[in-house]
Nanobody, 124 residues
Framework: QVQLAESGGGLVQAGGSLRLSCAAS????????MGWFRQAPGKEREFLAA????????LYADSVKGRFTISRDNAKNTVYLQMNSLKPDDTAVYYC?????????????????WGQGTQVTVSS
């Protein structure tokens, strides 16, 4: 079992930046590829980014490519999502998730563990 806890959400103006963190506890963090997803009210869950176990390769959704950066620190059991140039459309609850897939995946159903989410609100 892996427990995930997101932090770093909040209210930010359009054009601003936030860095989300996801701290993992339980089983060996480096055994899991990690991903970030979000869900806005009335919308389906959306894949944002994934990072492989060792951190050397990342996958991004087109909607955030060039604005968001996923990274991880296996020594700290933490995965991050740096979000720049935020837009009101980025307003959502953001979730981190862990999967046993080596390279990560953009399919939510492939993730075994999920955090409780952190709210990000971008004002215009």
């Amino acid at each position: 079992q892996v427990q995930l806890a997101e932090s770093g959400g909040g209210l930010v103006q359009a054009g601003g930046s936030l860095r989300l963190s996801c701290a993992a506890s339980g089983r060996t963090f480096s055994n899991y590829a990690m991903g970030w997803f979000r869900q806005a009210p009335g919308k389906e869950r959306e894949f944002l980014a994934a990072i492989i176990r060792g951190g050397g390769s990342q996958l991004y959704a087109d909607s955030v490519k060039g604005r968001f950066t996923i990274s991880r620190d296996n020594a700290k059991n933490t995965v991050y999502l740096q979000m720049n140039s935020l837009k009101p459309d980025d307003t959502a609850v953001y979730y981190c998730a862990g999967t046993t897939y080596y390279s990560g995946t953009d399919q939510g159903y492939e993730y075994n563990y999920w955090g409780q989410g952190t709210q990000v609100t971008v004002s215009s």
